[in-house]
């Protein structure tokens, strides 16, 4: 990208103005809900600022990724925003991600530094050892005491040094809305983790489009349980900042009586979830709590089962609910306008404001009403396409035939009803789809070969009430004295936690193609 | 409560560390070192409730009550008083 030869006269919106337009308007009103603290714009917006000026410190230039490991917090968020602001291009990764995945993932994307946690075990990549990563050139440690490495060439920061000591000042504007705001990681058919690329123009396009159909107003609190790692929490932010709103962010739905009291202390009107935890808000009784605040539920990740669905409603009679499907290429997709849910409670609706999608065969050809297909996408959220992965770039995004226009091939399958609704049919490749989030089967495999013993494993999806489908894998072994839990502490130690297999099973062969290949439709 | 203390160890160490005890103390957060999600919790309470013929109400899912080995084994006291 080198230097800004010209700057642009007129600004088209980036990613920064949500919060600073919102800083700008509302200074005092609270943005952020976190950590038991209480953050307004004015004061997220500063904190902002100083990381800004801290990474530029750091030798962070426009265009460079920044990274960020750690779980939902103050300074997840102020990370993300300053690094934007420094002209750069944050990489939220999930807390869970095991040391060699992260090591691959800030290679892949060169980082140029990391906000990371004070207690992370940093070996090879600051201190003496600094070699696993050469981009890297700083590292901003978070939390009380962090342990300060000490040598090589990794410059290191805490964050509580930022707050004391950087200057609060807005950093000069060099973005271009073409420019990338953002790369999200996610789980391949391939096995190895890709990096979505989103310039500014996509995000602020799928915000934009988003607040629309759910009408998002400034009065609105949105409550955040989901990683902000995952697409799905991160536009939670980026809208709520955008619209003016109060983010309440939790770093998890493992306590579902905790979510419950804080919406409705905080006052809570929208709640953002997938199946899983409504498939464990179900059976709770919810009379201990005033929940009345509540204007709207919106699901995706995974579709919810008709018969929840209709349990949520009786439920949250006065509740909106909002169906909704997308993927990271493109962001959010499709959504039901909720006025429908009681004549096609299946389906997943209708492109988002602002964009279109149909079917195709396998052919190009483009289908009507009541035949299934792979479903397209045309719009502004279509995303830039994979860090550079060209091959699977050309896979997943292909121009139009006549206008040349950037279209999304999701590889899921889709029917669509005669009013042009789309229902989801299945996925082309086998994707598990776990608690919400994707797994390629064949990085869980890939891992479970780094077990000496095993000769051969398959790794499916099975329906699971709770998780959507459960991760089940199953193994050939050598060694007849390989136990269960050894597989899965092997299998801890190098995954994120919902990579996780729920199920193992040991078996004698795994069934095979007349050519030889694992036959994973025989296994269940 | 030791007795309690050293079968809540074992159970968390078992289920959810997969045996490897590495740095837990009666004082560690399962929430803030990953140790427990929301499924884990559930698994959790049906072990307190089949093993010490408990009851665990909706509203007492909270961390107060079940976020390290030392709250778990303060609540079973509260629980069985």
């Known amino acids: ?524 | 409560m030791s007795d309690s203390k050293s079968d809540i160890r074992n159970f968390i160490v078992e289920t959810f560390l997969f045996g490897q005890a590495k740095d837990l103390t009666d004082e560690t957060s399962f929430l803030e070192q990953g140790i427990i999600d929301s499924t884990g919790v559930l698994e959790l309470v049906a072990h307190l409730e089949k093993t010490y013929g408990i009851k665990v109400k909706d509203e007492e899912l909270i961390p107060d009550n079940l976020d390290s080995i030392n709250a778990i084994a303060g609540f079973l006291a509260k629980k069985q008083a």
């Open chain 1, 1 to 524: 990208m080198g230097q800004t030869v010209s700057t642009p006269s007129r600004h088209a919106p980036l990613v920064r103005d949500f919060l600073e337009q919102s800083a700008d308007r509302l200074p005092e009103k609270t943005a952020l809900v976190c950590d038991g603290k209480r953050l307004t714009y004015r004061e997220v917006d500063r904190m902002a600022d100083q990381v800004a000026q801290a990474l530029i410190s750091l030798g962070v230039k426009r265009g460079d990724r920044v990274a960020i490991l750690l779980q939902n917090s103050v300074e997840t968020v102020s990370g993300i925003f300053g690094i934007v602001k420094a002209g750069a291009v944050f990489v939220v990764i999930n807390p869970t991600t095991k040391r060699d995945k992260l090591i691959y993932i800030l290679a892949n994307c060169r980082a140029t530094a990391l906000l990371v946690d004070g207690r992370t075990d940093l070996t090879g990549l600051a201190g003496e050892t600094d070699l696993l990563v050469p981009s890297l050139r700083g590292c901003i440690l978070c939390g009380a005491t962090p342990t300060m490495p000490t040598g090589g060439t990794v410059r290191c920061l805490s964050f509580q040094t930022i707050l004391e000591q950087f200057p609060a000042t807005r950093p000069a504007r060099e973005n271009i809305d073409l420019d990338l705001a953002c790369l999200i990681y996610t789980s391949g058919t391939t096995g190895d983790p890709k990096g979505v690329m989103s310039d500014h123009s996509n995000v602020v396009f799928a915000t934009s489009s988003i607040i629309e159909y759910l009408g998002n107003t400034e009065s609105d609190v949105i409550i955040n349980v989901l990683p902000l790692s995952f697409d799905y929490g991160l536009y939670q932010l980026l809208m709520t900042f955008k619209f003016g709103g109060t983010l309440v962010l939790e770093r998890s739905f493992a306590y579902p009586a905790v979510i419950l009291k804080r919406i409705e202390q905080e006052r809570v009107t929208g709640f953002p979830g997938v199946p899983t935890l409504y498939a464990l808000l179900l059976p709770m009784d919810l009379s201990a709590f005033d929940l009345s605040s509540l204007r709207y539920l919106t699901n995706t990740a995974a579709a919810l089962p008709v018969s929840h669905i209709e349990a949520l409603r009786k439920k949250f009679p006065r509740v909106t609910m909002f169906s909704m499907y997308g993927l990271t290429e493109t962001k959010r997709t499709l959504y039901l306008p909720p006025a429908e849910l009681d004549r096609r409670p299946g389906s997943v609706g209708v492109p988002i404001p602002g964009t279109e999608a149909w079917l195709e065969d396998e052919a190009g050809q483009k289908l009507g009403p009541g035949e299934s297909g792979e479903l397209v996408v045309r719009g502004r959220h279509v995303m830039r396409g994979y860090w550079e992965a060209p091959d699977l770039t050309a896979k997943r995004y292909r121009p139009d035939r006549v206008t040349g226009d950037r279209l999304c091939y999701t590889n899921d399958l889709f029917r669509t009803d005669e009013q042009g609704f789309f229902y989801f049919v299945g996925r082309k490749d086998d994707i598990i789809k776990s608690r919400g989030e994707k797994v390629a089967p064949k990085e869980v495999e890939s891992t479970i070969y780094g077990i000496a013993s095993v000769r051969e494993v398959a790794v499916i999806g099975i329906a699971d009430p709770v998780l959507g489908q459960a991760i089940k894998a199953f193994v050939v072994t050598s060694d007849s004295s390989l136990t269960e839990k050894a597989v899965l502490a092997h299998c801890r130690a190098h995954l994120e936690d919902y990579m996780v297999p729920k199920l193992v099973e040991f078996c004698a062969e795994l069934p095979k193609t007349p050519t030889g290949k694992i036959k994973k439709t025989d296994l269940t």
